[in-house]
């Protein structure tokens, strides 16, 4: 752990909302002083590590990272997330538990938990299951998880249908302080659902969905929230008949904040037109209507957080017709130039998206990091902006390599990755 100073920097801060020039000085795995204005300044026994104009922000804290260990760990493992992570400016991943097994207990908790710490070099928070073995039958300790150091409660995108169930989980984790992080569906009416329903859907013959299906999970979750008082996140909101319901239960004083998956602002359902599975994830990709809808939602404040979902698949799990494919793709190391979209359109400023990426998420689940303020830990990430890159599928740090980016023109390059001031990845 070096004493530094990074300098010649171009300082995007999403507490403040400002993007200045500056230097950032590193002490002891945390943030000395945040010095604006400063083009240079004499080493005094720091290292000086000159930023050339080049942008530095919060590392990023990425909410629903699935990491494959246990049970199929042939498609992503801690030491391949870690290095994924570290190379996209992803310094925290907030873990799902959809494993095989789910991570429903203390002892599977502590397991993961011993295996991300051996392993990645990013720091690693793992959720819990909310149900055992993510069934919707039984809730689990609640109580004993929290002690083993679960941040939040889910069961991914298996949707809890009991109410009556969901309602003892809501009100024990209420009285626990605990956050639950839901996936908002109908799911009989999503259930073998393809894509979004429509003329397109119709064309080229898939199963779909109606968005009326995310519209009324989270009806019914906000009900049920503002019955038991719980803390609630819904994980990936991806409609816009969704919002008015999240504007309510926010206005109402609810405890609720909302995600929206990078994938979902930057592609829509034309995307799968030549029926290429790696477009294919959960929810289903909407109409553009739906994708603009979810940026505005973004920078009005609306949506909170900005997620990857991360979610790792094996060839022969995606090399299979549409309807009968994995969901889900890999995201960590495309999280960055992805979101980059939005800024060279216009859409969102560099401090608004790294609020969604990095502060947000970080504060949501009481962490210090996400900041670029001094005494917060030194996650950095240094990034060139505007450099251009062709994205190689065969060149991600993942085990698995179904990204829907795979030849995709982007821009915006990581340079370097600190976590608690120490460099985990340099280009």
């Known amino acids: 752990m070096n004493d530094m100073l990074l300098t010649n920097a171009r300082l995007i801060d999403p507490e403040a909302g400002t993007e200045?020039?500056?230097?950032?000085?590193?002490?002891?795995?945390?943030i000395a002083a945040v010095l604006t204005g400063v083009e240079a300044a004499p080493a005094t026994g720091l290292q000086v590590i000159d930023c050339s104009g080049k942008c530095l922000a919060p590392g990023i804290v990425d909410l629903g990272v699935k990491v494959c260990e246990p049970g199929e760990r042939h498609k992503e493992s801690f030491r391949s997330a870690g290095r994924a992570a570290a190379a996209g400016g992803v310094t925290t991943m907030i873990t799902r538990p959809d494993t095989l097994p789910a991570i429903d207990s203390p002892e599977q908790?502590?397991?993961?938990?011993?295996?991300?710490?051996?392993?990645a070099p990013v720091r690693i928070h793992p959720m819990a299951a909310l149900t055992k073995g993510r069934q919707g039958r039984e809730m689990v300790e609640i109580g004993f998880l929290l002690d083993a150091g679960a941040v939040a409660f889910s069961?991914?995108?298996a949707v809890v249908a009991d109410t009556k169930v969901y309602t003892r989980c809501l009100t024990y984790a209420r009285s626990l302080g605990a956050l639950v992080v839901a996936h908002p569906q109908e799911p009989i009416l999503s259930a073998g659902a393809a894509t979004t329903s429509g003329k397109f859907a119709s064309l080229k013959g898939l199963p779909a969905v109606s968005p009326m299906a995310e519209r009324l999970g989270l009806e019914r979750d906000m009900t049920l929230v503002e019955m038991t008082g719980a803390r609630y996140h819904a994980d990936s909101l991806s409609t816009a008949v969704a919002l008015p319901v999240l504007e309510r239960a926010k206005k109402a004083g609810l405890d609720v904040t909302a995600g929206?998956?990078?994938?979902?602002?930057t592609l829509n359902v034309l995307d799968i037109g030549d029926y290429r599975t790696f477009f294919k994830i959960k929810p289903p990709l909407r109409d553009e209507d739906d994708r603009l809808a979810m940026v505005e939602a973004v920078g009005a404040g609306l949506i909170d957080i900005i997620s990857s979902m991360h979610t790792p698949q094996d060839e022969e799990s995606k090399r299979l017709p549409f309807e009968e494919a994995a969901s889900g793709a890999v995201a960590l190391e495309t999280f960055l130039?992805?979101?980059?979209?939005?800024y060279h359109a216009g859409q969102l400023s560099l401090p608004q998206l790294f609020r969604a990426m990095a502060l947000n998420p970080a504060e949501r689940l009481g962490l210090p990091t996400g900041r670029l303020a001094e005494g917060a830990p030194a996650d950095l990430v240094l990034f060139?902006?505007?450099?251009p890159i062709v994205l190689d599928r065969f060149t991600l740090r993942s085990k698995s390599k179904n990204t829907p980016f795979d030849g995709a023109r982007m821009q915006g390059k990581v340079l370097r990755t600190w976590v608690g001031?120490?460099?985990v990845f340099a280009a």
């Open 155 to 157: 069961d991914a995108d």
């Open 421 to 423: 001031g120490t460099e």
């Open 260 to 265: 929206v998956n990078i994938h979902h602002l």
């Open 384 to 387: 060139d902006p505007d450099a």
């Open 20 to 30: 200045v020039a500056g230097a950032v000085q590193i002490s002891g795995g945390r």
């Open 109 to 119: 908790l502590e397991f993961v938990s011993r295996r991300a710490a051996e392993a």
């Open 337 to 342: 130039p992805a979101a980059l979209r939005l």
